[in-house]
Nanobody, 130 residues
């Protein structure tokens, strides 16, 4: 099973920036066979996908963060580091941010639903104050 460990959550003022990190690892991990995504969720609200990178290394962003957030990935041997650079933060970005992964096969697209992701990190809290 893929292991994911997030870090980087913090409290910032509106207009500030944060960089979240997610360490993705598994002994036989092939980065290009997995979808990796960032989700966020607030209590009582549905989980929202923020961005993902698919098996073809194509990146997609939610409309709410496009132009402000940047997803990137460093591929290592048996692991990857997934990053989410978040700029121009607003209080609406406050949430617990989760890293998620699912095997899709080389060059394949990511699933449309969060419940199709089989591996999740523990989450990291981002709080943006006005």
């Amino acid at each position: 099973q893929v292991q994911l460990v997030e870090s980087g959550g913090d409290s910032v003022q509106a207009g500030g920036s944060l960089r979240l990190s997610c360490k993705v690892s598994r002994y036989d991990y092939n980065a290009l066979s997995y979808c990796l995504a960032w989700f966020r969720q607030n209590p009582g609200k549905e989980r929202e996908e923020v961005a993902h990178i698919d098996g073809a290394s194509s990146i997609t962003y939610a409309k709410s963060v496009k132009g402000r957030f940047t997803l990137s990935r460093d591929i290592g041997r048996g692991s990857s580091d997934l990053y989410l650079q978040m700029d121009s933060l607003t209080p609406e970005d406050t949430a617990i941010y989760y890293c998620a992964a699912v095997w899709v096969g080389y060059g394949q697209h990511c699933p449309a639903r969060d419940r199709e992701y089989s591996n999740w990190g523990q989450g990291t809290q981002v709080t943006v104050s006005s």
